[in-house]
């Protein structure tokens, strides 16, 4: 069964502490991608890999950290630094820029 | 990157057709054109993509002028679960595999 999964669906952050979303492909796709959504807002690029081991800023990359040390896995790392988690986090995967198929998305929740 | 504009929100009642017009000015040559639909709480779904003319398929239409400079997704005989977020994006391959997702168009489908 193809697709695209993330982990947690729910994940709950206190103050100070790293926390990491997970994100996993079978689709055989080169191209990973983090997005960040706020309520009733559009998606922002976080960060975004077209090959193993190599990754690239996006628009807000501040405060998160990735890595991409195998094809199927993009985990994303929220950091300390990041003062406002709280938000809708996508991950995307795709053969090229053209078409991404979305994760079903991890809410994190500052406590 | 190419910006695109879309109205805010749309309202339609089942058995209509809804029209959603993207504006992308700046649209470049190598530029493609893609529509996602988004429920609440889940990743966008990928729905058409064209270049030019027309493009269709089992769920949507897209028309895209001779200038490029605009396009509309078209949804035939729409019902209720069409109720959802519709984002335009142009695909800039000058920056890699980076789109932009604006704020979108939210359609409200009635009974």
């Known amino acids: 069964d193809g697709g695209i999964t993330q982990s947690p669906k729910y994940l709950f952050r206190k103050e100070g502490q790293n926390v990491t979303l997970s994100c996993e492909q079978n689709l055989n796709h080169d191209a990973m991608y983090w997005y960040r959504q706020d309520p009733g807002q559009g998606l922002r690029l976080i960060y975004y890999s077209q090959i193993v081991n190599d990754f690239q800023k996006g628009d807000i990359a501040e405060g998160y950290s990735v890595s991409r040390e195998k094809k199927e896995s993009f985990p994303l790392t929220v950091t300390s630094a990041q003062k406002n988690p709280t938000a809708f986090y996508l991950c995307a995967s795709g053969k090229g820029w053209e078409t991404q198929y979305f994760g079903p998305g991890t809410r994190l929740l500052v406590l | 990157l190419a910006k695109t504009t879309q109205p805010i929100s749309m309202d339609s009642y089942e058995g209509q057709e809804v029209n959603i017009t993207c504006s992308h000015n700046n649209i470049a040559t190598n530029d493609y054109i893609t529509w996602y639909q988004q429920f609440p709480s889940q990743g966008p779904r990928f729905i058409i993509q064209?270049?030019?003319t027309k493009v269709t398929n089992e769920v949507a239409s897209l028309f895209i002028p001779a200038d490029r400079k605009s396009s509309t997704l078209s949804l035939p005989r729409v019902s209720l679960s069409d109720t959802a977020v519709y984002y335009c994006?142009?695909?800039?391959?000058?920056?890699?595999?980076?789109?932009?997702f604006g704020g979108g168009t939210r359609v409200l489908v009635k009974p």
């Open positions: 994006l142009v695909g800039d391959k000058a920056a890699g595999n980076k789109l932009t």
């Open positions: 064209g270049y030019k």
